[in-house]
Nanobody
């Protein structure tokens, strides 16, 4: 069974930075596109960014473009989300998800086969 585990969330002041990690176990993440999503209280889950299996393609939602960077280290079986210039509206639970095939459709992976459990990011002074 595909398993993803997020880490790196926490409390940060506006303008600060965090790096989230999404580590895979029991399968080779290198074969899959991976996306980051987030869900704020009372809101629907939304896509944030997606990276292709090779890492050659990465896409972002307009709300995070220029501030967030997605990357992957296939040797470590891990995908990262570097978040800079954080704003209070970035506060949410962040999830990673692996698409089983088809790559990224914009900033969302196609055919999601596995989700992580989420990590809380809180941006507040």
């Amino acid at each position: 069974q595909m398993q993803l585990v997020e880490s790196g969330g926490g409390l940060v002041q506006p303008g600060g930075s965090l790096r989230l990690s999404c580590a895979a176990s029991r399968f080779a993440l290198a074969n899959y596109a991976v996306g980051w999503f987030r869900q704020a209280p009372g809101k629907e889950r939304e896509g944030v960014s997606c990276i292709s299996s090779s890492g050659g393609i990465s896409n972002y939602a307009d709300s995070v473009k220029g501030r967030f960077t997605i990357s992957r280290d296939n040797a470590r079986n891990t995908v990262y989300l570097q978040m800079n210039g954080l704003k209070p509206e970035d506060t949410a639970v962040y999830y990673c998800a692996a698409g089983t095939y088809g790559g990224c459709s914009g900033y969302v992976p196609r055919n999601i086969g596995s989700w992580g459990q989420g990590t809380q990011v809180t941006v507040s002074s």
